[in-house]
């Protein structure tokens, strides 16, 4: 995932010395400047990439693409330019791209797309666009669009609407999805029901096109009409297993859980979907269903499976029938299963009050020298869990360090206890932790996410959050949790109408209660009340104790 830490090392040592001689050559130069070196412009350019200063980047890798006359690097300093927001350093690299490479791929057009788009060519984007229809690239043509929705969304609009009306779109429904998702973000009512009509005439009868049009209802704002849409698709008989779980999914989404254990209930039952009933019915406490639901697999198995013994465990537990639990567990034979039986076996034990008897257990599995690494580092994890929701903090972060004494430097630990850190709102530390981890691994990007929210979040250092969170972007540029730490931090520097396209976008891709609180946060403060106030319930429906949203609903007073 990121640069081996010995290849970080030797890139630093490379620099310093390269430093050294350009400042030595500085002092005693005299006359015209020397040539650009390439090496010595896409080593600064990689440096400054791992710094975060992406502008830097762009305009570095711009002038090694040019010393060395190489499409290869023009096209990253294209890249990095257009992630920077930089168009006048994107239109020098394509330029250059273009002379050195001059046989357009799909990603020269995608990305001629994107800047033409940007900067509000329209012809320009019209003909790169109509390339990409044309090499059947609708995810790329797609990707260029939502790209620039930022910079000129009436442009965007426009040429959404061309494609949707030209007939330049495949005949895939996943095409279809993506484009009007995209016009329900952009608040494009009379496209998006446009959409709705030509996908239901060109794919009638099937079933995902009425999920598509829940979804989209939900996305506007009105529930009632998507579970309208949804209780249409739910009557039918015979849905696949796929589309039963999708359609649940809508259920929870708007605030019907039940409803969505209660289809998942119809047709065929496996393992995945007899769990997921089980975790639907325990969240919304619906016992009664639950303990039918543990019956009816105990009834239909007479001689359970391992897994299945493992799940009548959980769902004991779900049902705080302890000793019961403890009965499955102890029944499962499967000796690959035995390291998770342990861990379950000691939350039960704890849950049950028998809170010593859980730490040994613990105990006996972090040292258990037959066990793999990996399981008895997570002995350490559950036992750190365990700790913190008995309020217990000396006793969490005892756990941790005799986890890290036992695993120096373990990744996963370090990041767990830089969680703890910033929930304890000991910033500090916990930026220590998460930086300790980018010395062993410089490209984690959860971390660098992390980092860079936490910074946004928690202290007044934007701009190094900022740079942080772009070195994340460069990585996973379609992370929706990543898109949503960008947002927040344009929000902290006070760039709320970009702050707010990014949180549309983040929730677009991920329904979640922090994304959620954000994007409630920033409607609110930009006058739009009553939509943030239907974001605000949605997060409250996703987690009503989220830290976000409390603290969201704090500050303004919601």
Sequence with gaps: MGIPLRL??????????????????????????????????????????????LPLAARNYLEAARAAQDPVLAERAMRIALLADEEGIAQQAWSVWRAL?????RDQHMLAASLALRIGKTRDARRELQALYASGDWQMSLAALAGAVGKQPKLVVKLLAEAVDSGVLPNELAAWLGYGGLAERLDQKPLVDSIIRQVV???????????????????????????????????????????RMALASEYVLIGDAGKAAALLAQGPQD???????????????????LATLYDEIKRDATNPNPVRRLLLGQIAEYLERYDEALTWYASVPDERLQPMI???????????????????????????????????????????????????????RDAFARGLAAFPDNLDLLYSRAIMWERLDDIAK??????????????????????????????DRYREALELIDRARVADPGNPAITDSYGWVLFRLGRKREALDYLRRAYALQQDADIASHLAQVLWVLGQRDEARRYFDEARKLDPANRSLQRALQETGA
């Design 271 to 289: 393992q995945s979907i007899l769990a997921r009933r089980a975790e639907l019915l325990d969240k919304v406490g619906d016992k009664p269903a």
């Design 201 to 243: 005439e060109r794919f009638p009868g099937d079933p995902r096109v009425a999920l598509l049009k829940a979804q989209l209802l939900r996305q506007a704002g009105r529930p009632d009409d998507a579970r309208t849409a949804l209780d249409t698709l739910a009557s039918e008989r015979g849905l696949a297993p796929d589309l």
């Design 8 to 53: 970080g090392l030797r890139m630093i040592l490379v620099i310093v010395l390269l430093a050294g001689t350009l400042c030595a050559t500085a002092a005693s130069r005299s006359g015209p400047p020397a040539r650009v070196d390439s090496l010595e412009a896409t080593l600064a350019g990689e440096f400054a990439l791992q710094g975060g200063q």
């Design 430 to 459: 916990a930026e220590a932790d998460f930086r300790r981890i980018l010395v062993i691994e410089p490209g984690n990007v959860a971390t660098l996410n992390a980092l860079g929210y936490t910074l946004a979040d928690r202290t």
């Design 342 to 396: 342990r861990l379950r076996r000691a939350s039960v034990l704890f849950a049950m009050g028998r809170k010593e008897a859980a730490f040994e257990a613990l105990r006996a599995l972090q040292s258990d020298s037959d066990l793999e690494d990996d399981d008895r580092r997570e002995g350490y994890q559950v036992e750190a869990e365990l700790r913190a929701k008995d309020k217990d903090v000396v006793g969490e």
């Design 101 to 105: 490479a001059p046989q357009s791929g």
